[in-house]
């Protein structure tokens, strides 16, 4: 039987996964960004780390509270969270791959919205637990036009686990997440990319909107 504290690291990582999945490698397949120089200095003023750091003790308290919130309880506390820290949009254009610059506006903010709400949903689901867990930064390493921010999850037994946040400068946005890297996760990546682009080229733009819409609440479709 599993312990509480091992199972709720494989959620943990189960939830980090599936942004890793669908966000930029660390070699970005988009066009170049403008150098921080180029962006609001107020913005570029700003501590990467201390945002990835908040957005961990937010999960924290999610984790530790979490029978007391319940489901709904752990997506209105994540909900701002998430959408202030990750580049969803982003995220989302990288999940449609090039068919994205086929679809309209609106049908492109219909699908980020839908991409959103799966991704806190899936973190709502997911961080349903504490097990004494604790998480550590390593290290911060400027890399291109954005840092790394290299953490670790410390769980009460058991080894370690790297987790990496890749954290670009945005303007009029701060710094936001655009990847997250698990250790030994490639190959799980790659399953989760194929999953969307196997939806696309089945069922087109209408057939990955139903499928997020379907795999968001507390007991999504498999």
Sequence with gaps: MISRPHRTIRRVLAALSLLSAVALPLTPVVAAEPTMTELDPQAAAQNPTAIVEGFEGTLLQVMRHADGLGYDGRYAVLDPEIRKVFDLPTMARIVSGATWSAWSGDQRAQLDEAFARFVVSTYA?????????????????PLGNGVLIMTRIVPKDGPPIAVNYLVRLHAGAGWRVVDVFLSGSISELATQRSEFSAILDHAGYQGLLEALRAKTGPNPEP
């Design 125 to 141: 689901r997911r961080f349903d637990g504490f097990g004494g867990e604790q998480f550590v930064t390593d290290a911060t390493i």
